[in-house]
């Protein structure tokens, strides 16, 4: 690993003194940057853009930065090589150490920040309880890992792009499979293994105890942050307030009771099965104001008599006898919500109390004392 700093800055101000491989470095980079930030959106239940930008630490923005530069910069030098190439061998060597370092990029960017990890349970839930487990306590080891494999994998494609390689030359037409090269790939290749062994050894000791996958794992840094920073409100204040918020604000937290992380994940995996309806909040502690506001000019809609049988049959049944414990906002948004749903979709009362209940937004258990409204 001599001269590293040389070897690499040399590389790509020759790769880089063509145009269309700096389009390619910013491409790719543009891509990986995107990707870190769709995993959690996409496998968090009610997370948006907005919201995973809110909870991004310091450490997160560096890695950010960072992981997308070191994925886009193997690719773009390993391309170059590829289209310099002298023969079909050293088109197989590149693809061998290119590959290590794009799944090194992979496998840090999975594990490499705070709230990805907290998606690593749902993406890797099948493993059962020990596998995510073993993952989340040693991701940082295996994004370190990750990392300094790809520096390494660096530093050898910027000596493959200098022809500074003796055994691999660009261009060249010497025999480029030795066997130190082998070596490496083996070695390589061996590390990659154990840690897939590991995870599935852990997964299966925990599996064969009857534990259940950590699924709830993946909702675990919204939920904290929900619990400790709502801005919702029983008071009459708030509720009017609601009108006048920009669109783009949100309605947070709970409004009695303490947020229950067990009850939270039942209610989020619950309301899955109806999220083709836009106007079905996904999170009950967590509503955009512009959808509130859509949802409480519902409230005063005149029903049919058959429409107002449906509703009141989500009154009588539902766990709070109707859209919340109390009068509070959210009796006003999610009443509107369910006149919604009857007139506009063609609700049953019974689907209308299902998902009353489970957008119950006054925290705890869900076992709340029904009271008169005031």
């Not at 990986?32 to 930030?37: A, E, K, P, R, T």
Request: a positive charge; aromatic letters at 12%; hydrophobic letters at 40%.
């Amino acid at each position: 690993m001599k001269n590293y700093g040389f070897y690499l800055l040399s590389a790509n101000k020759l790769v880089f003194s063509d145009r269309k491989y700096i389009l390619g470095f910013v491409g790719v980079a543009f891509a990986m940057f995107w990707l870190l930030l769709y995993i959690p959106i996409r496998t968090i239940p009610g997370n948006d853009l907005a919201f995973q930008i809110s909870i991004l630490t310091p450490k997160d923005w560096f890695l950010f930065t960072i992981l997308p530069i070191l994925t886009a910069l193997s690719i773009v030098m390993n391309i170059y090589i590829l289209k310099n190439r002298g023969s079909a061998q050293d088109g197989v060597a590149m693809v061998g150490q290119g590959g290590t370092g794009f799944l090194s990029g992979v496998i840090a960017s999975v594990f490499g920040t705070a709230t990805c990890a907290s998606c690593v349970a749902s993406i890797f839930g099948f493993l059962g309880f020990g596998g995510v487990l073993f993952l989340l306590q040693y991701r940082t080891y295996i994004t370190t890992g990750a990392i300094i494999l790809m520096l390494i994998s660096l530093y050898f494609t910027s000596k493959r792009v200098l022809n500074a390689c003796e055994s691999c030359r660009v261009g060249g037409h010497s025999k480029i499979w030795h066997s130190n090269l082998i070596n490496k790939k083996v070695h390589i290749t061996a590390i990659l293994l154990l840690v897939v062994a590991a995870i599935f050894y852990f997964g299966s000791v925990s599996k064969n105890k009857g534990t259940s996958p950590l699924v709830n794992q993946a909702l675990a840094a919204k939920f904290d942050y929900l619990s400790k920073n709502g801005n919702s409100s029983c008071s009459q204040s708030f509720q009017t307030s609601i009108p006048v918020m920009p669109d783009d604000s949100r309605l947070q937290g709970s409004c009695c009771s303490p947020m229950n992380m067990h009850r939270y994940q039942e209610q989020v995996e619950g309301l899955k099965k109806y999220k083709g309806s836009a106007e079905i909040p996904a999170d009950p502690y967590d509503i955009e104001a512009g959808l509130a506001k859509k949802l409480l000019s519902y409230y005063d809609l005149q029903l049919t008599p058959d429409e107002q049988k449906e509703y009141d049959y989500a009154m009588q049944n539902s766990d709070e006898k109707g859209p919340c414990c109390c009068k509070c906002w959210r009796w006003y948004v999610y009443g509107g919500l369910g006149k919604l749903l009857i007139r506009e979709k063609g609700f049953t009362g019974e689907q209308v109390t299902q998902i009353w209940n489970l957008s119950d937004g006054c925290g705890g258990e869900g076992d709340h004392v029904n009271h008169d409204a005031s």
